[in-house]
C-alpha cells in the first residue's frame, strides 16, 4: 500500500503529466527531485485514531451534550412551538452578558458581523470615534469603522499591551463640546492574549464626564472572563459562538443597552440585515425577520444551561486556573509571554514568544502534522514570533495536559532547547495542588 506521502507525490506527478500532455511534452516525466512536496496539497484523507486536540482560541472543542442537542431534523420556525422556544433562548442570552437591563439579539453571523451591529445601529457617517489598536481584531475593527466613514481616534499600543485608561480619559476631557460619540475597546484581543480593564475604561468615561457610548468587542472574553454589562455600563457588546460558548461558528450574539438604542433612532449608519430595529419589531413576539439557525439557537439553549449549571463566576474561576497552569509550563520552558504586563494577562489563551531564529509557525505545523494538535499561529506582525494555546470554553486541565505536552515535543522538533517535562511538569503540579473534587461527584 502506498504511503500517504507517496501518494500525495504521486497525485502530484499525475497532475504535472496531464499539464504537460496538454503542452504536448508527454515525454518529459517529471522525477521526485523537481517536483517540490509543498507545491501541492498534502493528502488529508486519512484519519488518525485518537482525535484532533483542537487549542486554538476559537473555534473551540463542543460538548457532547452540545452536539447531541445540536442534532435534530428540519423544523419550521414559523410553526406555534417556536415563540417561547425562542423566547426562552433570548432570556437565556442575558446570562451570558451578565446583564439584566440590557436587550439581547441574536443574528446568524460572526463576530465581525456583531462589529457591523454595534456600529451601524448607533453611529452616522463621520461620528467621532475613539479606539486603541493593540493586534490584528482590534487593527480589523478599525478598518472597518474607516471603512464605513467614521471619524476615527486610534490610539496605537505596543502589541502585548492592553487598553491604557489615562490616554482615554486625557482624550475625552479634551472633547470640551463632547463631539466624541463612542469609545469602542476590544476586551480580549485574541492576537497577544491581553484582556484590557473594561471597568477601568467606564471608570476613565466617568472621570471626564463623557457621554459617548461604550462599545465592546468582547468575542473572546465574553462567557469565559469576568463581563458585566450592566455593573461597566456597557452600551453594546459584541460575541461569537465559536469562541467561550462552545459552540459551531454561526452565531453573532450582540447586546444593546437603553441609551445605544436610543442612538439607533437617530443612527444613519446604513443597515439591513443587521438592523436592531427589525429584530426589535418581531423578537418580543418571540419571531425573527428572517429564518433563524434553529441546529445553532438549540446548542446556544444547551450551552446556556451548562453555563448556568456551573455558574458564571465558577466558569471564570475555571478559566483563571487553567491560565495560570498553561502559565506555569511557559516558565518551565523558560519563554516569555507576549503580554508585557501581569494586569493584562488574558485567561483565554496564551500567547507564547519563541526565541529568536525559531520559526513559530514550524511549532504549529510539527503540532499538527504530527501529534494531531492544533495550536494557533502567530497573527499578522507577530507571525512567526509566536505561537497561541486557546484555554476557552468546553476546556478542563487533563485537556490542557495534552494541549501543553504536544506543545512541548513540538518545540524539542523544531530544534528548540526545551528539556522534556519541564513545562507540563510544572503545570500537573499547579493543577494537582489546586484541584477540587468536580460537584456531584464526592465520593460518600
Ligand atoms: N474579535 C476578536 C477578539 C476575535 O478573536 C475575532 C475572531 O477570532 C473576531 C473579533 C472576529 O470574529 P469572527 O471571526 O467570528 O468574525
Redesign the pocket.
Known amino acids: 500500500m502506498l504511503s500517504h506521502v507517496a501518494k500525495a507525490r504521486q497525485a502530484q506527478k499525475l497532475a504535472g503529466l496531464l499539464q504537460q500532455c496538454t503542452r504536448g511534452l508527454a515525454h518529459a516525466i517529471p522525477s521526485d527531485a523537481d517536483t517540490p512536496l509543498q507545491a501541492v496539497q498534502a493528502d488529508y484523507s486519512y484519519t488518525p485514531a485518537g482525535r484532533n486536540h483542537l487549542f486554538v ?2 473555534p473551540v472543542n463542543i460538548h457532547d451534550r452540545v452536539l447531541r442537542a445540536m442534532n435534530v431534523p428540519g423544523q419550521n420556525h414559523r410553526d406555534p412551538w417556536f415563540a417561547a422556544f425562542f423566547k426562552d433562548v433570548l432570556a437565556d442570552s442575558k446570562y451570558v452578558f451578565q446583564t439584566q437591563a440590557g436587550t439581547p439579539f441574536i443574528f446568524s453571523g ?4 456583531g ?1 457591523e451591529a454595534a456600529l451601524t445601529n448607533t453611529l452616522s457617517p463621520g461620528d467621532k470615534i475613539v479606539t486603541f489598536r493593540y493586534g490584528q ?1 482590534s487593527h480589523l475593527w478599525i478598518d472597518m469603522m474607516q471603512r464605513m466613514g467614521l471619524d476615527v481616534t486610534v490610539i496605537d499600543r505596543p502589541w502585548g499591551e492592553g487598553a491604557d485608561e489615562a490616554i482615554l480619559q486625557d482624550i475625552l476631557a479634551k472633547d470640551k463640546d463632547k463631539k466624541i460619540k463612542a469609545v469602542a475597546v ?1 476586551h ?3 492576537t497577544t492574549g491581553v484582556t484590557s480593564d473594561i471597568k477601568g475604561v467606564r471608570a476613565a468615561m466617568d472621570a471626564a464626564s463623557h457621554p459617548a457610548l461604550l462599545l465592546v ?1 468582547g ?2 472574553s465574553i462567557g469565559a472572563l469576568e463581563f458585566k454589562f450592566d455593573d461597566w455600563r456597557v452600551d453594546v457588546a459584541v460575541t ?1 459562538s ?1 469562541k467561550a460558548l462552545s459552540l459551531p ?1 454561526g452565531l453573532a450574539l450582540v447586546c444593546a443597552s437603553d441609551k445605544a438604542l436610543d442612538h439607533m433612532k437617530t443612527a444613519k449608519l446604513p443597515r439591513c440585515y443587521y438592523d436592531f430595529a427589525d429584530q426589535l419589531k418581531t423578537n418580543p413576539a418571540g419571531s425573527t425577520p428572517y429564518t433563524p439557525s434553529l441546529s445553532m439557537l438549540y446548542g446556544l439553549k444547551e450551552s446556556i444551561a451548562m453555563l448556568k449549571a456551573e455558574g458564571m463566576d465558577n466558569v471564570v474561576a475555571r478559566h483563571h486556573r487553567l491560565a495560570e497552569g498553561t502559565r506555569k509550563a511557559v516558565e518551565g520552558w523558560g519563554l516569555e509571554l507576549l503580554c508585557a504586563h501581569p494586569r493584562w494577562r488574558s485567561d483565554s489563551l496564551t500567547v507564547i514568544k519563541t526565541p529568536q531564529g525559531i520559526d513559530s509557525n514550524k511549532i504549529v505545523k510539527h503540532a499538527y502534522s504530527r501529534y494531531n494538535l492544533s495550536i494557533g499561529i502567530g497573527l499578522s506582525q507577530v507571525n512567526g514570533k509566536v505561537f497561541r494555546i486557546g484555554h476557552l470554553g468546553n476546556m478542563d486541565e487533563l485537556m490542557m495536559c495534552s494541549a501543553i505536552s504536544g506543545a512541548e515535543m513540538a518545540m524539542i522538533d523544531s530544534g528548540m532547547k526545551i528539556k522534556p517535562g519541564s513545562g507540563i511538569g510544572p503545570a500537573i503540579q499547579y493543577w494537582q495542588e489546586t484541584a477540587k473534587v468536580i460537584p456531584t461527584r464526592e465520593v460518600v
Open positions: 482560541p476559537g460572526t463576530g465581525t458581523g462589529w481584531f476590544v480580549n484581543e485574541t468587542d468575542v473572546s461569537g465559536q461558528t
